[in-house]
């Protein structure tokens, strides 16, 4: 077996799907596709925001701001799992791989805490309607927004810091689509118990904190809709809140089990599917259900292609 240690490595190389390399072309092309529609929708969903003054609130502004959040996360992984695709085994640098890591990581804990603030927000104007306008003031939502990426590129810091100075030997390989750390730590020739430790508590205060105070908003709203008078009412809040906790369901089952485990990892397939979940499918959802199946953002849609095709 070849050895190397820190010093000495300059790239590692990215196995992705093995079983899967002869299917190099047509799984590029899905994985495009599904970039494209996620650069695509988001971007749609920011620009209507952005142009539409009727939805400078803060319910819109918080789904601006996801929007903006799904590009960049996006972004960071499956651009080089594209190249991936088309030839397999590409190598990554030691100092990318940790870039790769701490900013997916980064901006993934900046979701949950976005989604966290979007199901408050949500809370709010439901279950206290009336006092809705003075608690969700404006100068409110910009710094609950600056809160969520704080905590999500502060967060992940001492990970990324002790993943980076821990040696390697052995093979090169991370056995994953993208550098992440539960395959990175499985190539380190010493003691990853700290790191383990580390990540196992950083993310079980993220991850499930967030995800118990969202489920903690939505069972408060399901009980506040149950007690609405007209059924009419009712069935149009629920089927945004089902909406919304499917969204939320999948994404953080997935990251629940990729990360709040005392292990290194598990079985290969099991972190790649996992990782296909929340790294892409998750993203293209998103704009589809929080944005584009909003009534009034669908008004703002339609009345800027009618402004526009007037103006032809």
């Given amino acids: 077996m070849e050895h190397w240690n820190k010093s000495k490595a300059t790239d590692f190389i990215l196995v992705g799907f093995p079983a899967l390399y002869s299917y190099g072309p047509i799984l590029f092309c899905c994985l495009l596709l599904a970039y494209l529609l996620t650069i695509n929708g988001n971007v749609l969903v920011f620009t ?3 142009l539409d003054t009727r939805l400078h609130i803060p319910m819109y502004c918080f789904i601006g701001v996801l929007s903006i959040l799904e590009l960049c996360y996006t972004t960071v992984n499956i651009p080089k799992m594209l190249v991936n695709l088309l ?4 190598s990554i640098s030691f100092t990318n791989c940790i870039l790769q890591i701490y900013f997916f990581h980064s901006l993934g804990v900046s979701e949950c805490y ?8 949500r809370y ?3 279950c206290h309607p009336l006092r809705y306008s003075s608690i969700m003031t404006s100068k409110l939502t910009i710094q609950l927004v600056y809160t969520c990426f704080i905590g999500g590129f502060l967060f992940p810091a001492p990970e990324a810091i002790l993943i980076s100075r821990l040696p390697y030997c052995g093979s090169k390989e991370i056995q994953h689509i993208f550098c992440d750390s539960p395959a990175l730590l499985s190539l380190a020739c010493t003691d990853t118990t700290l790191n383990v430790l580390v990540d196992f508590i950083i993310y079980c205060f993220v991850i499930l904190g967030t995800f118990i105070s969202i489920m903690t908003s939505y069972i408060r709203i399901i009980v506040t809709i149950m007690k609405i008078r ?11 809140c089902v909406s919304h906790l499917a969204v939320v369901l999948v994404f953080f089952s997935s990251i629940i089990f990729m990360y709040v485990r005392l292990r ?4 290969l397939y099991y972190d790649q599917i996992l990782a296909v979940i929340y790294s892409v499918l998750t993203p293209i959802f998103n704009p589809i259900i929080y944005s584009l199946r909003n009534e009034e953002i669908r008004i703002a849609f339609k009345r800027r292609m009618c402004n526009r095709s007037f103006r032809k």
């Fill in 114 to 121: 976005l989604l966290t603030t979007m199901a408050y927000d």
């Fill in 48 to 50: 209507i925001i952005c």
């Fill in 264 to 267: 290194e990892s598990y079985s």
């Fill in 87 to 90: 030839k397999p085994r590409e």
């Fill in 230 to 240: 007209t059924s009419g009412g009712q069935s149009k809040a629920f089927s945004t």
């Fill in 124 to 126: 709010v104007a439901i």
